[in-house]
């Protein structure tokens, strides 16, 4: 059963391989999907476990529960439901917020994190029309963001990946509205959420992957967490923007299976 | 509930949007997401359906019961749990056998179909040696075969294709070795089914697309199939191998949404 409950919310998520578990999380609006040409390459040689989080594809959609810290516990249905005690956490924008808050709470189930063009407070900095254009006209809004989140050479090469990107927040039953206005509107939402000052206190071996295209969460907004989080090493990488794993595959999965050998 | 039931085989799908009902057939050893960049954005004015076979990815993996005609009623029992009367199917490779079978058991439930690098009696003309090579090591026969089953360019400048082609057969839950074996056993499985002499009673509305350099399934098996099915049209696409949807996946959906749109 690929289902795991948190509080009566079902929460999606496929399961293949074994060996050290790694567990992947995927942006606002997407879903397990996006991890297509991760799954099955690492389930050769690991556990792998990829969450639709709460409000995004197969899993439940309720009204509200969209802080953080709820995706967080979500994370740690999935991992009791399985009896999986440690793993590695691979997050990529909400998906890295939603690695690093679960990696507060949980410290000791973490072997290491992969944050992927993420950051921490990233309503902080918004100018207040970028807010207004996002309530008033979210598709449009998120439409020109992520034609900033994806590398010239990317949209040249591989446009299908702004394609799917696009579409994902079009289609209801993968994203539904109710859930972006919640998302929004919760202070520990995905622009609310700020754990910068507790940066610190985190003790789990983190990389931080940062695309030097990416105008979503720019390279600024990932040094900032690799210069805070003790030992964590930032590497940015070129002709990438928001998503390294579709935009250069091979190239996050060397980077991916180099730190979790590194980790034993 | 993502699943169907065909005589308590569970038959795993995802489906997204309203519309005229897409239905997405994937090849052998694959997955559904396979077909990621056609499901969502299919799915902001379609029915989209995406189906793992028997044997395959989430759906139940029984010990027998693989020849094509199986497969297609697990099709039909998809169909009939979500209500939809007639469809468009789109399969690749198995995936068009198995939407080819599902055309000639139900006329009536199709609006048109889409062959993507398919054939019929594939076994038919394969040497003893390969057979032979086949048995004697699956992955390894099978690893070579799409080698040559994706495009020059496509392996320079998507190398990811080959990594997951080659990495679903390799993950047992995936894809377990019985499967194999029993498709291969199967006189109606994915090498014995041969429908050379049926392929004139269908009526259906077919486009039939063949990689140029595709070598799992040539452009001759392809063109066997478009030459046979009246009405039928073949496409031979450039510097494609066998999986159009992942190595040009907007040209190929530029050629579905045109072949709906003209279905009406």
């Keep these: 059963m690929p289902y795991a409950e948190n509080n009566g919310t079902k929460i999606f998520y496929d399961i293949h391989g074994q060996g050290t578990p790694i567990v992947f999380l995927h942006p606002w609006t997407t879903n397990g999907y996006i991890w297509y040409y991760q799954i099955f390459p690492f389930a050769r040689t690991n556990h792998v476990i990829a969450i639709d989080h709460r409000g995004h594809g197969r899993s439940d959609k309720p009204k509200s529960g969209y802080s953080i810290q ?17 793993a590695v956490l691979v997050g990529n924008s909400i998906g890295g917020m939603i ?21 921490t407070g990233l309503g902080e900095g918004m100018p207040k029309e970028a807010a207004a254009a996002f309530k008033n006209d979210f598709a449009g809004t998120f439409s020109a963001l992520l034609e900033g989140a994806v590398s010239a050479k990317s949209k040249r090469e591989r446009p299908e990946i702004l394609e799917v990107m696009k579409s994902h927040f079009q289609v ?28 610190s206190s985190i003790r ?3 990389i931080v992957i940062a695309g030097a295209e990416d105008n979503a969460t720019p390279v600024a907004a990932n040094k ?30 060397a980077a991916l299976k180099e730190f979790v050998a590194g980790l034993r």
Tied chains: 1, 2.
């Design 70 to 86: 709820e995706h967080a516990r979500d994370v740690k249905a999935v991992l009791d439901a399985e009896k999986i005690d440690r």
């Design 99 to 119: 690695a690093m808050q679960f990696t507060l709470d949980n410290p000791g189930r973490v072997l290491g994190q992969v944050i992927l063009s993420s950051g």
């Design 172 to 199: 209801q039953s993968n994203f539904p509205k109710h859930v972006f206005d919640s998302s929004m509107a919760d202070p520990n939402g995905v622009f609310g959420w700020n754990i910068k000052n507790q940066l």
């Design 204 to 206: 789990t071996p983190t």
């Design 224 to 253: 900032f967490l690799a210069d805070n989080i003790p030992g964590a090493k930032l590497s940015v990488v070129k002709d990438v923007g928001h998503f390294h794993q579709l935009e250069k595959p091979l190239e996050f999965n």
